[in-house]
């Protein structure tokens, strides 16, 4: 059973910094693109970065780049997200997710999602 | 920067078909995706690449793309299918989403 498993979220001052994880299972996570979207409370979906298999190829939101790193560890199946400078506009719960085999932005399975707070 | 415009609100009678649509410049050039989010919970994919269903995903759910609008449509609605609906593209190396639509079966 595919499994995605967020952790590393909180409450945060402004400007401060937070680093998530997903950890996977339940398939071979070095063959997928993976994701992390977020969802401001009572917003829409944003999405936020994705990473190829390899890590070679990163993609970032206007928003986050400079200031969000998106990770990933094969041996370990291991996705991350070092969120730097952050801000309240960045408050949301934050899903890990998929990508479908052979795609890079199709998003076949999410995770449960952590709350991530920017507030003082 | 490419903009995805969905319906606020749809409303569908039980039993009744509910079409979503989903709004882009020449988005019938694009594959589009999308998202069922229930109160609480994750997303899930209900249709990828304009007409595709995923692997425990009814039937009634099916897909459009043509011109500036697909459309997803959900055949004799029922009390489960109410929740957010989100359409997605891949544009410019970015993940695009739409607004979403809250979908009321009444």
């Known amino acids: 059973e595919v499994q995605l498993v967020e952790s590393g979220g909180g409450l945060v001052q402004p400007g401060g910094s937070l680093r998530l994880s997903c950890a996977a299972s339940g398939f071979t996570f070095s063959i997928h693109w993976m994701s992390w979207v977020r969802q401001a409370p009572g917003k829409g979906l944003e999405w936020v970065a994705n990473?190829?298999?390899?890590?070679?190829?990163?993609y970032y939101v206007d928003s986050v780049k400079g200031r969000f790193t998106i990770s990933r560890d094969n041996a370990k199946n291991s996705l991350y997200l070092q969120m730097n400078s952050l801000r309240a506009e960045d408050t949301a719960v934050y899903y890990c997710?998929?990508?479908?085999?052979?795609?890079?932005?199709?998003?076949?399975?999410w995770g449960q999602g952590t709350l991530v707070t920017v507030s003082s | 920067s490419y903009e995805l415009t969905q319906p606020l609100s749809v409303s569908v009678a039980l039993g009744q078909t509910a079409r979503l649509t989903c709004g882009g410049n020449?988005?019938?050039?694009?594959?589009v995706h999308w998202y069922q989010q229930k109160p609480g919970q994750a997303p899930v994919l209900v249709i990828y690449?304009?007409?595709n269903r995923p692997s425990g995903i009814p039937e009634r759910f099916s897909g459009s793309n043509s011109g500036n609008t697909a459309t997803l449509t959900i055949s004799r609605a029922q009390a489960g299918d109410e929740a957010d609906y989100y359409c997605q593209v891949w544009d410019s190396s970015t993940v695009v989403f739409g607004g979403g639509t809250k979908l009321t079966v009444l």
């Open positions: 990473i190829k298999q390899d890590g070679s190829e990163k």
């Open positions: 690449r304009d007409s």
């Open positions: 020449h988005i019938g050039s694009k594959n």
């Open positions: 997710a998929r990508a479908l085999y052979g795609d890079y932005s199709t998003f076949d399975y």
